[in-house]
């Protein structure tokens, strides 16, 4: 018989806070082809999670994203997610094609893995 190993003991508070696998980052640019709105860090936010719903439902709505930074002139923004979510996040973004009843579209300018 085989000796059972005793359990781990609970994560630290320390240790929560500490996310278990790596993030990346992408920095996206959204592009207005016929003008319009230009939303505020809170409606960007919005955004990006309605886009995650739309193409992957509740669960990647649910997907962690942070904006990090956010140009409301430029409209670029720095988000950043979990290494596991890298590719629903960034294939919302690029399939994106309407706001508010508007065309727009994302470009991401860098990524950072």
């Known amino acids: 018989a085989r000796p059972v190993s005793p359990l781990p003991p609970p994560p ?5 806070a500490t996310p278990a696998t790596p993030a990346s980052a992408l920095l996206p640019r959204r592009e207005l082809p016929d003008g319009g709105a ?3 860090a809170a409606q960007f ?3 990006v999670v309605s886009a995650l719903r ?3 439902g509740e669960v990647g ?9 956010y140009e409301e002139k430029t409209l670029c ?4 997610v979990i290494s596991s ?8 973004l ?5 706001y508010q009843n508007r065309r727009c579209a994302f470009r991401v300018l860098q990524v950072n893995r």
Not at 61 to 69: E, F, G, I
Not at 77 to 80: G, H, Q, T
Not at 85 to 92: C, E, H, I, R, T
Not at 94 to 98: A, D, S
């Open 12 to 16: 630290t508070p320390a240790a929560l």
């Open 38 to 40: 230009r939303p505020s």
């Open 45 to 47: 936010k919005q955004l």
């Open 54 to 56: 739309e193409l992957h």
């Open 61 to 69: 709505a649910a997907l962690p994203v942070d904006v990090l930074t």
């Open 77 to 80: 923004a720095i988000l950043r």
């Open 85 to 92: 979510g890298f590719v629903k996040l960034w294939s919302a």
């Open 94 to 98: 690029t399939l994106l094609g309407f």
